[in-house]
């Protein structure tokens, strides 16, 4: 490992749209505000433990504050103890945390997302490893999903003195307020969504999660340096000081050996989708497996952190996929499937798998489908731009060797 760049990093423009704006306040780190007044809950005498019944289950009826909102693993149980909210009724986020969206995102079966950050005022991000950054203690991560325009999850991992820990909030139908769920829940297909939408349960977030040296998937240098990343970026973390050791560039690359767009849209696509699984870090539940489908900050800078390179085919993504024969044989001909047949996406297990999903009402299975877990309806757009990629690679790569 190495310490990259030094105080003579570029700086590209950054596009910071307004509402996302929002400067790191030197207010105090956590504390939470309690929920206002008008939430139309008791909160003059809560009893000591009347968020728990006698089985020890939440009783969401009972009343509650934020200094009395802790579950035994130290989350609070509501999400507007969170410090996401400086007024949970009107959903206006405190002013010390900022929204950010990656440039490279996880299909959720058509949800909407909005995703904000918390860093404790005067620390800064450990990214002496570019590619594994170590954040310090008190910062927080928040993943909002909607469906058909109406809050429906929101998910939390923050770094505490102790550790990671992570919960997700179920909101509740007035999206006046959003319980911890730890169980997960199956929402039945509706008129407008013809899939289940599936809650995780609270442990299936670290089958993904666990997949990186932190429990963070999409803030890093790679998702904040490509192109379309907004709000908190690579440049402005860098900018703001935010980062112990700034990269050679804050303007990420993919290489685009086409010239199309197609190479840098398809592996990015496998970064945010399966990279975290599909790693070679020892706690991936994917490390096992031949395709390393995680896109390296280190690769996009060069070996030495100077000059980008200029052809993907040195990129661990495409070297362990294209013209590589996977494990799985196909059970028509015997032979192992290829992970990436250029040309032939239908005869490419990785555009097979992505592009599937179990029959509805059966649970996700690996046999079938890419993601494993939790998803069951196919991001179409993203497994067109596999697709579109492995077609266009034959006029590059005609005949595998
Ligand atoms: C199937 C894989 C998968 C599962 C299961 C999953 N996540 Fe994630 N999650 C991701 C990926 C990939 C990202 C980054 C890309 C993005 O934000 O779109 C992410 C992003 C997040 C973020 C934003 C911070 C970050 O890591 O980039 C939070 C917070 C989060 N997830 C919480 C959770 C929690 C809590 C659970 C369990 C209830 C969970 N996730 C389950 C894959 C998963
Ligand atoms: C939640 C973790 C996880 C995610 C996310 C994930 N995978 Fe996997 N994948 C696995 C595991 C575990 C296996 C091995 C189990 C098996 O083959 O049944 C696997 C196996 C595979 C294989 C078979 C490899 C071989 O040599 O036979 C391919 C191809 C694959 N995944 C592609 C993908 C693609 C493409 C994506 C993203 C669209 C993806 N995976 C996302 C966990 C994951």
Known sequence: MFVRGGPSHRLGAVLVPMSLALAWTACSDGEAAAPAADAGRDVAQPPEDASVDAEGSPDSSAPWTCATDDDPDGSKRHLECTGLYADAASKVVAPDVRAYRPALEFWSDGAAKQRW???PPGTTIDASDVDEWVFPAGTKLWKEFSLEGRRVETRLYEKTAAGWRHAVYRWNAAETSAERL?????LPPTGARSTTYEI????????CHDGRKEPVLGFDAVGLG?????GVTLGSLAKEGRL???PATT???VPDDLGDGTGPSALGFLHANCGGCHNDNAAAVASYTKPKLLLHASELLGEDGGAAPTSYKGLRAYATTVCKAANRTDPDGGAPYALVQPGAPTASLVAILAGQRVAE???PSSGVQMP????RAVDGAGHAKLTSWISALAAIQPTCP
């Open 372 to 375: 494993p877990i939790v998803t």
């Open 200 to 207: 995780p349960d609270a442990t299936q977030c670290k089958t």
């Open 361 to 363: 009402g059966k649970e």
């Open 251 to 253: 303007d990420l690359v």
């Open 244 to 246: 112990n050791a700034a």
């Open 182 to 186: 730890e169980t997960g829940e199956k």
């Open 226 to 230: 490509l192109p379309g990343a907004e």
């Open 117 to 119: 950050i918390h860093l």
